[in-house]
């Protein structure tokens, strides 16, 4: 299984991006997504979570009601949706794929691991 990250950049506090993951080799909708982050000095931590069909989603507290978790099936990609963008979002974003059922929020959980895209928010 290959995930591949895509969609990080610079981008000014209070902007959007969009996160694109797409993931090669089996049945996407076989995994629950997750998207983790990592920012310089700090341990990764959870952000969001989708279950297979998408009507099941966690989000870490601090994200919840700025990000947007989604996944499109057919196309074998899960997205993360920012908006209103703050400096302390600054950090590496990674993809995740866990091969149980129910979303999850810790990295254990987690079976394959995409290469991660930067997001810088400038103030």
């Known amino acids: 299984v290959q995930l591949q990250a895509s969609g990080g950049g610079l981008v000014q506090a209070g902007g959007s991006l969009r996160l694109s993951c797409v993931v090669s080799?089996?049945?996407?909708?076989?995994?629950?997504m997750g998207w983790f982050r990592q920012a310089p000095g700090k341990e990764r931590e959870f952000v969001a979570s989708?279950?297979?069909?998408?009507?099941?989603?966690y989000y870490e507290p601090s994200v919840k009601g700025r990000f947007t978790i989604s996944r499109d099936n057919g196309m074998n990609t899960v997205y993360l949706q920012m908006d209103s963008l703050k400096v302390e979002d600054t950090a590496v974003y990674y993809c995740?794929?866990?091969?149980?059922?129910?979303?999850?929020?810790?990295?254990?959980?987690?079976?394959?691991w995409g290469q991660g895209t930067q997001v810088t928010v400038s103030s």
């Open positions: 995740a794929a866990r091969t149980r059922t129910g979303v999850a929020a810790t990295m254990k959980n987690y079976n394959f």
């Open positions: 080799g089996r049945t996407f909708r076989n995994y629950v």
């Open positions: 989708i279950s297979r069909e998408g009507d099941s989603i």
